[in-house]
Structure formats: C-alpha cells, structure tokens
C-alpha cells in the first residue's frame, strides 16, 4: 500500500525557513517523479514543484522557483520541500504526491501538512 | 496554462447526471485529470488522461473532452460524492482549475 506522510509544519515567523519532509513506504520510492501541492486555507490547488528519480531534473512553478527547493534522500525514502523567506501567502497545507502512472500526474497524495507563517 | 472550471458551485439530486466542465487557455493534447476531494481530505486521483478511469474508482464517474474543453460526468450522483473536484494540465508544466464544488440539494 503506498503511504505518504508529511512532517515538519507548525507556526512560522514571517521571513523564517522551514523545511518539510515526506516520508514513503509500500513502493519503490527510487524509481517515479515526486511532487508539492500546497492549498491555501479555502481555496484551490496550486502546483509547487517536481523532482525526478536521481534528482537530476527539478521543475518549479515559476512565482516559487526562488523560494523554495525540493530534494530527496532515496535511501530515506524521503522528500524534502525546502521554504524560504516565507510570508503569509505561504499559509497552506502542504501535500506531498508520488507520480506513479506519468509524469505530472498525481497517483497518490500525502494528508498533508499545515504550515501557519505568523508573527 | 491557465484551466477555468464551471460551474463554482452546483447543487443537484441524488440520482442525478451530473456534468462539470474545465476548459484550458490552449490544446493540451488530453493531459487532463480529474480529483476529487472531500472535506478535510487530501484529493484523491479520478480520471487521468481526460478518459480513463483510475483504478478503484467508481464507473459512475467518466471523463470526455479534447483539445481545450473536457467534461468529467456522474452518471447517477450519490451522496458520497459531495466535494470539491478539481482539473489538472499536465501537457506544459501542471495547472489546477479552481475547482467546482458539488452538493446534494
């Protein structure tokens, strides 16, 4: 059974770094493309970013792709979703998805996990 | 590629054909998904491809479409399917459309 489970989020200053992870199981984690999505409280999806299997190509939606960074640790079976200079547009809920049929394509998704940016 | 969804909100009947629409700023080649999710859930993969169906899900729910304009239908609504569902570009980088939400009227 693949198993997603994101960590790390809680209350942040404004400004602060955070860095989440994803722990997987009940797959071979080495072998697909993972993902972010984060949901702002009430509204709708918004795609973060990608990384493939050796790490060798990383996509970002372009408004992030200087404020955070996405790594993975395959021997930990772990994603990462580095967070920097965060604002209070950074409020979500952070999900994790592994891209198991295609690339792009979100098979299976994490429960997510709230990160608050507060002062 | 900006994806606009249609309608926001739609309440119908249990029991009903239900057809939601999602319509892309240009042709993405059938790379559409549809997710479905529940409140307080993560969203959970429904149509992939514009047509088929991902496995475990129920053959009520269908997707059609091509080019810029996809339709995700129920073909008879029952009340586990109140949600907010979601489309999905995957043609040129990944866009959501900002989602229908369905109710039981």
């Known amino acids: 059974e693949v198993k997603l489970v994101e960590s790390g989020g809680g209350l942040v200053q404004p400004g602060r770094s955070l860095k989440l992870s994803c722990a997987a199981s009940?797959?071979?984690?080495?072998?697909?493309?993972m993902g972010w999505v984060r949901q702002a409280p009430g509204k709708g999806l918004e795609w973060i970013g990608e990384?493939?299997?050796?790490?060798?190509?990383?996509n970002y939606t372009p408004s992030l792709k200087d404020k955070f960074t996405i790594s993975r640790d395959n021997a930990q079976n772990t994603l990462y979703l580095q967070m920097s200079k965060l604002g209070s547009e950074d409020t979500a809920i952070y999900y994790c998805?592994?891209?198991?049929?295609?690339?792009?394509?979100?098979?299976?998704w994490g429960q997510g996990v709230m990160v608050t940016v507060s002062s | 590629i900006q994806m606009t969804q249609s309608p926001s909100l739609l309440s119908a009947s249990v029991g009903d054909r239900v057809t939601l629409s999602c319509k892309a700023g240009?042709?993405?080649?059938?790379?559409l998904a549809w997710y479905q999710q529940k409140l307080g859930e993560a969203p959970k993969l429904l149509i992939y491809?514009?047509?088929s169906l991902q496995t475990g899900i129920p053959s009520r729910f269908s997707g059609s479409g091509s080019g810029t304009d996809y339709t995700l239908t129920i073909s008879s609504l029952q009340p586990e399917d109140v949600a907010t569902y979601f489309c999905?570009?995957?043609?040129?980088?990944?866009?959501f459309g900002s989602g229908t939400k369905l109710e039981i009227k």
């Open positions: 998805a592994i891209e198991l049929t295609t690339e792009g394509l979100f098979d299976y």
């Open positions: 009940g797959f071979s984690f080495n072998d697909y493309w």
């Open positions: 491809n514009a047509n």
């Open positions: 240009q042709n993405i080649n059938n790379y």
């Open positions: 999905q570009q995957y043609n040129s980088w990944l866009t």
């Open positions: 990384i493939n299997q050796d790490s060798s190509t990383i």
